[in-house]
């Protein structure tokens, strides 16, 4: 074993750059799978540290699957079940808080964003958990405008015990004062600051209502337990989950797509990534034709020429799949510290750091050396049956590939129509499926293509410049291999394809939001809380606030948004109460399915709810359907009346739902989203001014111009078009390896052929030229199959996105069609350079002596 | 029985009308140490010659005994073991790999028949020193000249102490001077080391080297020429010729 | 120096050989008193003589090709047919290669750096034998060909036997 090691180690020596390339493919494949992979956990977990906070403390929790607060009488509820011993029924919102709340300095960045309001009775809750005060009392019955804060949390707002806090609440801005210091926080999660139940159930403007019972039990017994769990489920009912709170979860699912998608595109990395080991090998296997012959002959049994060439790959792959973790996790990390600072300001969330699971790490190494073994398995193989005459062999021949020509034609067919079959199914699961058969169908029929493409191609080309008869002996080379070329050409293909495909998407995708972008925030003027989308974080306005804004002079319409969430088959969904009169004023809705008068109509006078793509997607509903939405007191029957997508909500589940309804079967009154028209002719300064006098108890609000949130908008797309862009770029290295790999090979194996021509007068210009115009067939028939792949992929993918839920129509992308054809030639005459020169610099005695 | 014994051996590739026969009726035997050198003008059939004797290919009819195993009746494995235990190659091109030492080359058989590394390496470096390589134990292939790289492949031939070493043009890549030491070394390795040299080439002076030529022609042997060098007279006859000559 | 069979030679010979050229004035006796010893003879070289000399040092050595005794077998093997020519080139080769074996063994027990002039002479012998070899080849291969035209005839001599000089040391 140490022998193979030793030679396959050196044969990688001999070849740095070679080998260093090669590996790098697999190293951004594995990249990719796993960075993406560690990063979206974190998300995750970011959006579940709040609710992580009380649990573990306790025996049991038990919230509404809604996430919204029910009456306090389910705490008793929970009490009478036998084997429960105490409960605390408390209310419990997370704050969050406007940028720069506490410290007021833009420059440093905030560690607070949040905090999470409890609201307990003082006695009960001691019952159930123990509080160490440190200075001053803990809450009492009867108290009013107090709290007790940790001492973490008053260090950070620089309070002392008798001083106010002033939070941002649904009546306004409150004052607290502090009267006892609770040690530090140790749980990850919100800083809590406790008020009485009362003074909670005031400031959030829910009398009477609770959304947390703890409960501790009688017994240390896992099965009895798990016995009372069940017993305290059957008592309190279906829409109570005995867990914690689950505020965002809406937004989850959103994570879950972009991790698929992340995941999808390492996948093709990695795809890449075999393909540009394989024609390596491939080169490899070539090259050391006589050195195989040689072993063979000296007493090398097949299965050791095999081993050889696979623990190069051994090699190669664990090399780049180590380099690949850790460079992913780097990248993750540079990721998380990039978003973090939008995370925080956008979402409201404190994002950790890269999470790594055992079960990841698995994958990645078994994807990343898997696919390279399985990668060098074939030329291994065709390694291994090189014969041992071959050593005593003198001239340089072909190498004998199976032709299987007829046989992986009708295969690729096959997988051709398979391809084209998920296209019309438009299944989701079956379209990213479908995209993989597209391109193994291609490459499997590529062969039998090449000849024609080839002749087609070099015709074009001894027009443009090949005048000499240069073209035909490239075309006459490539046809001679058509399996080498097809393969080589693959990777020009993939990597074409990629950016086709990602072009094709973000078209489709900008011209959507771009239109929905217009049409949702069209409105002069936004009242944006901390955080846009997870409106469960946020603390939205009474009332009050709507009415003052009213009462400007200048206003002409003010439409909210009011929040509750719920689940529907057991899809957590935001739930999201419109005024439809003022919200088609100032907003809109872009409708799929249903029309817009009667559905606006009727989520009016009766239980109608207009759902999203996405929604309907994952949730599984149909427009007309009757559907079961699960309130904090049970469960209430809707009709969906349309299918329909506003800009900021198009990303998560999300129902839309009359502000009477939404009041009437949660219990919401509480603003989260304004949207403000003016007057015509109104004087936009004295609004304004108007404005922050009418928010100044509500400092969770900012004012902004409606015009300045879509350019807003409209800059995170061009950042995200040119991320992608960029990755594509990046892709597209590996393939120029590839190509470089193959024109070398052929160099290698006509040495004495361009010698011979040389010898009988040649220039070296030509011997170039005829590389060069090798290279660049090639890369036109990379680029053909390229683009085909690409429109084929980019129509999947914007399927696959409708198929989610997304509001988007396919727009085909001309321009991006003309960046990648000029893309693949320059990269055929780039991936030339190498190969040329060394042809044209061959010796010409040497290359006819070489045997 | 000699070492190597061939019993109507016959060849022919292809089929039919386009049928090529390369060897037929070849009847050949080689003792340990001896050194038999194959002539005959090119297509005449020695490199298939060759090629049956290593069991590289498969006679189309007849045997091929080394040491008393018919090679017919080995499979692919059990082939291979022998090659890798009973014969060494010598090639036209060295064919060493270019990456390894002279002594990691030399030690490959050796390796690759599972030997432990140390005495791998120290059995290598003792048949480089037979071949006179001892200085160059740690060059590379391309830090060698032809000769000294032919050298190295004849201790890799050497190594696993085969009965049988099989050349195919051992010199045709080499000047003159080279040539002469490596017919030298692989007289040595018959009429020395006791093992049975077999040697195609279209050389007559390196054949000179040899104790016996065997001409083929047409894919028969035509001719068997021994070329004792204990023969009594005939120091008389050189005298006689150079006389003739001077 | 080099082979002994270039340089042995009986003393009678001496005498005669030394008597001729005297006889062509090539070389004079020198007055020598000799009372002592047996029978000695100085004689020096004339200026003839040295010209002469001279002139043989300053003359290409001319090779005889056409006369071949193998090519006589050869020929009568074809025109008869006893021995098979086949049979004539394989003993005459086994010869060769026999010569050259023995050629090259000497050779290579020769010590470059006292006997290099027994080298040269022998790598002399050991090329002309692989070019002999070489034309056997060529023979062999072409002894169809041969066959198949006319056999060259003795011709009538008109003339006296023709002569080619060589009046040489050892021919």
Not at chain 1, 301 to 328: C, D, K
Not at chain 1, 763 to 787: D, M, P, Y
Not at chain 2, 94 to 108: D, G, M, Q, R, S
């Amino acid at each position: 074993m140490s022998t193979y090691l030793t030679l396959a180690l050196r044969y990688l020596n001999g070849r740095k750059l070679r080998t260093s390339l090669t590996t790098l493919a697999i190293v951004f494949g594995v990249l990719l799978i796993f960075g993406m992979n560690t990063v979206m956990p974190a998300f995750i977990g970011a959006f579940q540290a709040n609710a992580l906070a009380m649990a573990g403390q306790v025996d049991a929790t038990i919230t509404s699957k809604s996430g919204e607060a029910f009456p306090e009488s389910v705490a008793e509820t929970v009490a009478a079940v036998a084997g429960v011993r105490v409960v605390s029924g408390t209310l419990e919102r997370g704050i969050g808080l406007p940028a720069d709340f506490f410290d007021q300095d833009p420059a440093t960045a905030d560690r607070l964003t949040a905090v999470t309001l409890v609201g307990a009775v003082p006695d009960t809750i001691r019952s159930i958990a123990s509080f160490n005060v440190l200075q001053g009392r803990f809450l009492e019955a009867g108290d009013g405008a107090v709290a007790v804060i940790t001492e973490s949390l008053a260090d950070e707002a620089g309070l002392q015990l008798g001083d106010t806090l002033s939070l941002p609440t649904p009546i306004g801005l409150t004052d607290l004062t502090i009267v006892g210091l609770l040690p530090q926080r140790l749980l990850p999660g919100n800083e809590e600051v406790l008020v009485t139940l009362s003074e909670a159930q005031r400031l959030f403007n829910v009398p009477g209502q609770i959304n947390v019972v703890d409960a501790n039990f009688d017994t240390a017994n896992e099965a009895a337990r798990a016995q009372i769990e069940a017993d305290i489920a059957a008592a309190v009912g279906g829409s109570f989950t005995i867990g914690v709170l689950q505020p965002g979860a809406e937004i989850l699912t959103n994570i879950g797509t972009a991790q698929r998608i992340f995941t999808l595109l390492g996948a093709l990395g990695l795809l890449m990534g075999g393909f540009i080991i394989f024609n390596t090998f491939r080169t490899i296997v070539a090259e050391r034709r006589h050195d195989i012959g040689m072993l063979r002959a000296i007493g090398a049994s097949r299965g050791t020429i095999t081993g050889l060439i696979l623990i190069e790959g051994l090699i190669q792959g664990v090399v780049g799949t180590a380099a690949g973790l850790v460079l992913g996790y780097g990248m993750g990390w540079l990721a998380l510290a990039a978003v973090s600072q939008i995370g925080r300001q956008l979402l409201n969330i404190q994002v950790g750091a890269p999470v790594v699971t055992p079960g990841l790490v698995v994958l990645s190494v078994t994807v990343g050396v898997g696919v390279t073994l399985l990668a060098g398995l074939l030329p291994a193989r065709a390694a291994s049956r090189v014969t041992p005459l071959e050593a005593l062999r003198p001239s340089i021949g072909a190498l004998a590939w199976r032709r299987i020509a007829g046989l992986s034609f009708w295969a690729g067919v096959v997988l051709l129509a398979g391809a084209a079959a998920a296209l019309v199914t438009g299944n989701a699961g079956l379209l990213a499926l479908g995209s993989f058969l597209f391109i193994g169908g291609l490459i499997l029929i590529a062969p039998a293509l090449v000849n024609p493409i080839a002749g087609l191609f070099s015709r074009v080309l001894a027009l443009a410049f090949a005048r000499d008869g240069t073209a035909q002996l490239a075309e006459g080379n490539l046809s001679r291999q058509p399996t080498r070329a097809a393969v080589t050409s693959a990777t020009t293909m993939i990597a074409l394809a990629i950016l086709v495909m990602a072009a094709g998407l973000i078209t489709s995708l900008a011209i959507t939001f771009t239109e929905m972008l217009e049409n949702s925030l069209s409105s002069d003027y936004l009242l944006v809380p901390p955080t846009v989308a997870v409106w469960g974080v946020n603390t939205g306005a009474s009332p009050t606030l709507a009415e003052d804004l009213r009462a400007v002079d200048g206003v002409d319409v003010v439409s909210s948004l009011r929040f509750a969430g719920t689940q529907i088959n057991d899809v957590a969904v935001g739930l999201l109460g419109i005024e439809p009169q003022a919200y088609t004023q100032t907003s809109g809705l872009a409708f799929v399915e249903g029309d817009p008068e009667t559905a606006f109509r009727e989520i009016e006078s009766g239980r109608g709810l207009i759902i999203n793509g996405v929604l309907q997607a994952s949730a599984g509903v149909k427009m007309g359907d009757d559907v079961t939405l699960l309130t904090p007191t049970g469960t209430v029957t809707y009709k969906v009346v349309g299918i329909a997508s506003d800009y900021l909500n198009a990303k998560t589940t999300t129902g839309y739902l009359s502000q009477a309804n939404i009041a009437a079967d949660f219990g919401r009154a509480e603003d989260v989203f304004y949207q403000i028209n003016l007057k015509p002719g109104a004087d936009r300064a004295a609004v304004e001014a108007a404005f922050k006098q009418a928010l100044q108890p509500y400092p969770q609000f900012k004012l902004v111009s409606g015009q300045e949130y879509v350019d807003q908008n409209r800059g995170i797309f061009d950042a995200a078009f040119a991320g992608i862009y960029a990755m594509v770029i990046f892709l597209a290295i590996p393939s120029l390896i590839a190509m470089i790999n193959t024109l070398a090979i052929g160099v290698i194996e006509r040495t004495r052929e361009i010698g011979m021509l040389r010898a009988v007068g040649a220039a070296r210009s030509q011997v170039q030229t005829v590389i060069l115009a090798e290279a660049l067939i090639l890369a036109a028939i990379g680029t053909a199959f390229g683009l085909l792949t690409g429109l084929y992929l980019g129509y999947m993918a914007t399927s696959a996105f409708a198929a989610l839920g997304f509001p988007v129509t396919y727009a085909f992308p001309g321009q991006a069609m003309v960046v990648a054809v000029a893309v693949g030639l320059l990269f055929g005459a780039f991936a030339a350079i190498i190969p040329a020169r060394q042809a044209a610099r061959l010796d010409i005695i040497q290359a006819l002596r070489y045997e | 029985m000699s070492l190597i014994q061939t019993e109507n051996l016959a060849k022919v590739y292809g089929t039919g009308d386009t049928a090529v026969t390369a060897l037929s009726q070849v009847n050949l035997k080689v003792d340990a140490g001896e050194f038999v050198a194959v002539m005959g003008p090119s297509g005449c059939g020695k490199s298939t010659l060759m090629h049956l004797l290593g069991g590289l290919d498969r006679p189309t009819q007849g045997r091929v005994m080394i040491d008393g195993h018919d090679l017919g009746d080995l499979p692919d494995q059990a082939l291979t073991a022998l090659r890798r235990r009973k014969i060494g190659f010598i090639f036209q091109f060295f064919n060493l790999i270019p990456v390894l030492n002279a002594t990691e080359n030399a030690a490959l058989p050796l390796l690759l028949d599972g030997r432990p590394k140390a005495e791998a390496h120290r059995q290598a470096q003792a048949w480089l020193a037979k071949v006179g390589l001892g200085d160059r134990q740690h060059h590379r292939p391309d830090q060698l000249s032809g000769g000294q790289q032919q050298r190295v492949a004849i201790a890799r031939a050497l190594v696993a102490e085969p009965a049988l070493v099989l050349c195919d043009e051992p010199t045709g890549n080499l000047d003159s001077r080279s040539s002469d030491e490596i017919a030298g070394v692989l007289r040595q390795a018959a009429n020395e080391w006791g093992r049975a040299v077999v040697m195609v080439t279209h050389d007559p002076r390196i054949a000179a080297y040899a104790d016996r030529i065997v001409f083929l022609k047409d894919g028969l042997v035509t001719d068997e020429t021994v070329l004792d060098p204990q023969k009594s007279g005939n120091s008389a006859l050189i005298e006689t010729r150079m006389k003739a000559m001077a | 120096m080099g082979g002994e069979q270039n340089w042995d030679i009986k003393p009678a010979q001496v005498y005669t050989t030394l008597g001729r050229l005297e006889e062509a004035g090539l070389v004079a006796e020198e007055p020598v008193e000799a009372p002592a010893g047996p029978d000695k003879r100085v004689y020096t070289i004339t200026a003839p003589g040295r010209a002469s000399l001279n002139e043989w040092l300053g003359t290409g050595v001319e090779r005889e090709h056409s006369r071949d005794e193998f090519f006589i077998k050869l020929m009568l093997a074809l025109l008869t047919g006893q021995p098979s020519p086949q049979r004539l080139i394989q003993t005459q080769r086994a010869a060769l290669y026999r010569d050259l074996h023995a050629v090259t063994a000497q050779r290579n027990v020769a010590d470059p750096k006292r006997e290099l002039a027994k080298i040269l002479l022998l790598d002399k012998a050991g090329m002309h034998l692989e070019a002999d070899l070489r034309w056997l080849d060529m023979v062999e291969a072409r002894l169809d060909e041969v066959r198949r035209q006319p056999l060259p005839e003795p011709e009538a001599r008109p003339r006296g036997r023709p002569r080619k000089s060589a009046e040489m040391i050892g021919s």
